[in-house]
């Protein structure tokens, strides 16, 4: 086991503040504080070489979460333990083994090429001169950069920047990955360029990655098991596919006509989702599915029925939308 968290409760104290520029000035002179429980009382535990997703609406407390696990934030209360350390006693040789990616932060000297800042962290965690070039030649060529690691990182486009992120993140060669949202505004090409080389990545170094993000491809590409969080409790742990199955209500039928059925007819199977002839997408109740299925065959013009799952986000969102009823 490298990641064992258990009851782990992280809470903040904000200010309370009444709506209105008069209640800024009041909250400035009140200790009125509230407080929100960001973490609450979560518990989980991640083997070697896994990659799970870590997802939930905003606010649920992902980062809160990483940040924890990595050390950066003293927990309330609980247990954490990862590779066998307990990550906020931020001990040198814990944190040479791990390594924090934010897509919203970022560590590169602005003025410099990346390559700077590689050196910097090269002597940060004492990686020795071959070690250095054989993780640096095998990121480099993983994330395609060959010449832009000399490029100063403002004249780099976000995609590009935020590769130079993640090898500056890795180059101490990381066993545990904790990536907080890395796709976070790129564009589909390099979102997909990004999921490559994070598959790879695990691929080739049996890393331990617990990643999050909002974009359900990533995690879908990424991850077969799935953390989700809501509020600060973790409503499900398992497989992805095993969460539409046993969750997803509905299935849908895909249905290609031979000659044009008026819709109101098609309404007599399930819920019209999309209907543009010849392609109708109606949804059906999950254990009704091949009633439906049947009855469309015998008395539609159906040239194509396929039976499919619903998409991953409407499943998830069903939880979230169902919350707090725990899964
Ligand atoms: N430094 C802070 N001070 C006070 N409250 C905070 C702080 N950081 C986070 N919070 C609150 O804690 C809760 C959890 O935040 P967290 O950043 O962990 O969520 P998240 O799941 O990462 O969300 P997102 O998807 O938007 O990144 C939220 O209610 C947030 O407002
Ligand atoms: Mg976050």
Redesign the pocket.
Known sequence: MVIQVSHLSKQ???HKKDPGFMGSVRSLFSKNTET?A??DDISFTINEGELVGFI????????????CLSGLLFPDSGKVSVLGYTPFERKEPYLSRIALVMG?KNQLWWDLPAQETFLLNKEIYGIRDDAYKQNLGELVELLEVEEMIRVPVRKLSLGERMKMELIAALIHAPEVLFL??PTIGLDVVMQKKMRDFVAAYNRLHHSTILL?S?YMEDVRQLASRVII?DH?KIMYDGKLDHLVKRYAKHKLLSVVLDTYVPPDKLLAIGELVSYEFPKAVIKVERNASNVAAAELLQNFPVDDLNIEEPDIEDVIRDVFTNAPKKL
Do not use: C, M, R, S
């Open positions: 903040y104290q904000v929100v960001a973490v939930g609406p905003n606010g649920a407390g992902k980062t809160t979460t990483l940040k919203q907080d949202e999050t909002h969080i600060g």
